[in-house]
């Protein structure tokens, strides 16, 4: 079993419809991070959480420490949201990234 | 400035050829990182500088070679390559080695023929 389990594994969504994303770790954590990636490109950092909620613009990103599990929510959803998006767990001490193989998300027009 | 700059963005080499990938940040950090990632999976960690001195090294092929000239430059030279390490290679940067807000590159889409 991965550390970092993600679902959906894919999604597809209509312009416009909120979109949760899913991230189960079993591991400790100091932090957690959701990613971006667009095909064929680098990766963004979107959020880095280590409790509660954060939001940024469309994007809304929360923690439960105690379930060990996060969710990232996409308001409104957009065409140019289509992207990979991974879940990865800082664990305590300099240990490198967990990451989760991605949840694959294309919004349709 | 708040960017990892990779180049290049492409990179087609043959299996005999030697080539360097560069990364460049001018954050401040003090760890600098490769990593690998093979299409549709997650990156996979390769190297990891720590006040400009390798600190792990992820079981790397010797054909792979990192060398950090300064704190805000990461090399990675390539030599005899197989086709398999084809790739997109991403290089990253944080404050510490903690891996605490890492931010990463664009990356170097490798193909090796």
């Known amino acids: 079993k991965n550390e970092v389990e993600q679902s959906p594994q894919n999604l597809t969504a209509q312009e416009g419809e909120f979109i949760t994303i899913n991230c189960s770790y079993s591991?400790?954590?100091?932090?957690l991070h959701w990613l971006q990636q667009h095909p064929g490109g680098g990766i963004v950092s979107l959020f880095m959480?280590?409790?509660g909620k954060k939001k940024h613009g469309r994007l809304i990103a929360t923690i439960n420490i105690q379930e060990k599990h996060s969710s990232l929510h996409i308001t409104a959803s957009h065409p140019r949201d289509s992207a990979v998006y991974i879940c990865?767990?800082?664990?305590?001490?300099?240990?490198?990234?967990?990451f989760g193989k991605g949840t694959r998300l294309s919004v349709i027009a | 400035d708040t960017e990892v700059t990779q180049t290049p963005k492409h990179l087609v080499m043959g299996m005999t050829n030697k080539k360097s990938l560069k990364c460049e940040q001018h954050m401040g950090h003090r760890a600098m990182y490769w990593y690998k990632q093979k299409a549709k999976k997650p990156p996979e960690l390769m190297f990891v500088y720590s006040y400009e001195k390798l600190s792990i090294n992820e079981s790397v092929p010797s054909r792979f070679s990192p060398e950090c000239p300064n704190s805000s430059l990461l090399n990675l030279h390539l030599h005899a390559l197989q086709p398999e390490d084809s790739a997109l290679y991403l290089c990253?940067?944080?404050?510490?080695?903690?891996?605490?807000?890492?931010?990463f590159g664009q990356g170097t889409r490798l193909t090796v023929v």
């Open positions: 990253a940067s944080s404050q510490d080695p903690t891996f605490l807000r890492a931010f």
């Open positions: 591991v400790g954590i100091s932090a």
């Open positions: 959480l280590s409790s």
């Open positions: 990865a767990v800082s664990r305590p001490g300099n240990t490198p990234l967990v």
